[in-house]
């Protein structure tokens, strides 16, 4: 199967050529951004790139430049630089390539903060996940049945204490980090809350995604819920909820009283909204989404099979930076039950699946509209804005001091697609 776009050929020329043809291609975004002073950019990025081979390089530029802009205006500035660092890394025989590329992400002074944590996420392919929650309200068992084996150890008797602790897991192609607080929840108001929000603030910069996992079956938020939610509301504010994702777990099991399933969950979530808008704001708890699940069934009593929601707010919700790896880890197993291909292909090792394999989550009409808009949200059609655009005439002849390889060379043999999460995006683009 050959998706062959214009992506296809910029990333097999910027892999080959390095660094010269990513400076180009920001500063294309730029320009499409940023108007006068992203056109200064580019021309000068234009002039620096072209001179050194004279006129045959001029035109290779030119003929480049096309293919980026339409790359662009498909997949944004992000994706597409993940693209070719990613064939970079794929092509390349230098051991430590991945530090070499993170290093050269990192000193690339026209893109912000949050666009290299972006970028770096999606090479190094690594999803962080913060559990929250009593022991034995089935958290290691949410996580395996998201990611569909067992990578969580489930079962036990954990040890409270004042450690986050954690574990990574290989998924496909992607590294899921895990960051489980054993405790936080059970530990009464005990010395060992303070110590568990100073580690969690420690590592909360590299959290892409909460999971506040409680049981359905209770009537409240119970005590230590309580102390704990508001002791992580107060230390660490509205960056704790803004990735969260509340799941009200053995959704199956028998519910207090006779009352429909439905409306228990409803009311069991204005519950907990209503104290999520005490300790924080009446904003944050309206968007806070929950979801009913339960690891011993596929669908919950009102029907809806909850592994494919979840996996619609887990691109909903987490943050930016970890879309792609997400994306990276479980895309070749998500499809529709109306996909008419008899194959599904996981373009990162080119290999075809077929459809039971990699319709393990089916997602429905509105929930590929929802991952779609999500995937948008986050990196598709990102772009560079901010102050330093004024200053870009300046630092452009700065960056390439030292002079500039010229648009030549052997490209590196590439394939019919670009990486797991540009597959993923032709494919439900075509929903």
């Given at each position: 199967?050959?998706?062959?776009?214009?992506?296809?050929?910029?990333?097999?020329?910027?892999?080959?050529?390095?660094?010269?043809?990513?400076?180009?291609?920001?500063?294309?975004?730029?320009?499409?951004?940023?108007?006068?002073?992203?056109?200064?950019?580019?021309?000068?990025?234009?002039?620096?790139?072209?001179?050194?081979?004279?006129?045959?390089?001029?035109?290779?530029?030119?003929?480049?430049?096309?293919?980026?802009?339409?790359?662009?205006?498909?997949?944004?500035?992000?994706?597409?630089?993940?693209?070719?660092?990613?064939?970079?890394?794929?092509?390349?025989?230098?051991?430590?390539?991945?530090?070499?590329?993170?290093?050269?992400?990192?000193?690339?002074?026209?893109?912000?903060?949050?666009?290299?944590?972006?970028?770096?996420?999606?090479?190094?392919?690594?999803?962080?996940?913060?559990?929250?929650?009593?022991?034995?309200?089935?958290?290691?068992?949410?996580?395996?049945?998201?990611?569909?084996?067992?990578?969580?150890?489930?079962?036990?008797?954990?040890?409270?204490?004042?450690?986050?602790?954690?574990?990574?897991?290989?998924?496909?192609?992607?590294?899921?980090?895990?960051?489980?607080?054993?405790?936080?929840?059970?530990?009464?108001?005990?010395?060992?809350?303070?110590?568990y929000i100073a580690a969690i603030k420690e590592v909360l910069p590299s959290i892409d995604l909460v999971l506040f996992i409680t049981p359905l079956n209770e009537t409240r938020v119970t005590r230590d819920e309580r102390v704990a939610?508001?002791?992580?509301?107060?230390?660490?504010?509205?960056?704790?909820?803004?990735?969260?994702?509340?799941?009200?777990?053995?959704?199956?099991?028998?519910?207090?009283?006779?009352?429909?399933?439905?409306?228990?969950?409803?009311?069991?979530?204005?519950?907990?909204?209503?104290?999520?808008?005490?300790?924080?704001?009446?904003?944050?708890?309206?968007?806070?989404?929950?979801?009913?699940?339960?690891?011993?069934?596929?669908?919950?009593?009102?029907?809806?099979?909850?592994?494919?929601?979840?996996?619609?707010?887990?691109?909903?919700?987490?943050?930016?930076?970890?879309?792609?790896?997400?994306?990276?880890?479980?895309?070749?197993?998500?499809?529709?039950?109306?996909?008419?291909?008899?194959?599904?292909?996981?373009?990162?090792?080119?290999?075809?699946?077929?459809?039971?394999?990699?319709?393990?989550?089916?997602?429905?009409?509105?929930?590929?509209?929802?991952?779609?808009?999500?995937?948008?949200?986050?990196?598709?059609?990102?772009?560079?804005?901010?102050?330093?655009?004024?200053?870009?005439?300046?630092?452009?002849?700065?960056?390439?001091?030292?002079?500039?390889?010229?648009?030549?060379?052997?490209?590196?043999?590439?394939?019919?697609?670009?990486?797991?999460?540009?597959?993923?995006?032709?494919?439900?683009?075509?929903?």
């Amino acid at each position: 199967m050959n998706n062959r776009d214009p992506i296809d050929e910029v990333v097999r020329v910027a892999a080959s050529v390095g660094a010269p043809a990513v400076l180009l291609i920001v500063a294309l975004s730029i320009a499409g951004a940023s108007g006068l002073a992203g056109a200064a950019a580019l021309s000068a990025a234009l002039t620096l790139l072209g001179g050194p081979a004279g006129m045959p390089g001029g035109i290779l530029v030119l003929t480049f430049v096309g293919g980026v802009s339409a790359a662009l205006a498909s997949y944004g500035l992000e994706a597409l630089l993940v693209a070719i660092y990613n064939k970079r890394i794929e092509t390349s025989e230098q051991p430590d390539i991945v530090d070499v590329v993170v290093k050269e992400i990192n000193s690339n002074k026209l893109l912000r903060a949050s666009q290299k944590r972006t970028i770096i996420s999606a090479v190094t392919k690594t999803f962080s996940i913060l559990l929250v929650g009593r022991t034995g309200t089935g958290k290691s068992s949410t996580i395996n049945s998201l990611l569909g084996r067992d990578v969580a150890p489930v079962g036990g008797i954990v040890p409270v204490t004042s450690k986050v602790e954690s574990f990574d897991c290989s998924v496909n192609s992607a590294t899921v980090r895990l960051f489980d607080t054993p405790g936080l929840c059970d530990s009464k108001g005990n010395s060992n809350d303070d110590a568990y929000i100073a580690a969690i603030k420690e590592v909360l910069p590299s959290i892409d995604l909460v999971l506040f996992i409680t049981p359905l079956n209770e009537t409240r938020v119970t005590r230590d819920e309580r102390v704990a939610l508001r002791s992580l509301s107060a230390a660490i504010g509205k960056e704790l909820w803004e990735n969260m994702i509340v799941l009200f777990s053995f959704a199956c099991s028998p519910l207090p009283g006779q009352v429909k399933f439905d409306l228990f969950v409803n009311d069991r979530a204005e519950a907990f909204r209503k104290f999520v808008a005490e300790i924080s704001s009446e904003k944050i708890s309206k968007g806070l989404p929950f979801l009913a699940i339960d690891n011993t069934n596929a669908s919950t009593p009102d029907g809806c099979e909850w592994v494919p929601e979840l996996f619609t707010l887990v691109v909903e919700r987490c943050s930016a930076s970890g879309v792609m790896p997400f994306v990276e880890a479980l895309g070749a197993e998500v499809g529709s039950d109306d996909d008419s291909s008899d194959e599904f292909i996981n373009t990162d090792n080119q290999r075809a699946y077929s459809q039971e394999e990699a319709k393990r989550i089916n997602l429905n009409e509105e929930q590929r509209q929802r991952v779609k808009w999500g995937l948008k949200r986050s990196v598709i059609g990102g772009a560079i804005i901010g102050a330093f655009v004024a200053a870009l005439p300046v630092t452009l002849p700065a960056l390439v001091v030292g002079g500039i390889p010229v648009l030549a060379g052997t490209a590196a043999t590439f394939g019919g697609t670009v990486g797991a999460v540009l597959g993923f995006w032709r494919w439900i683009s075509k929903k």
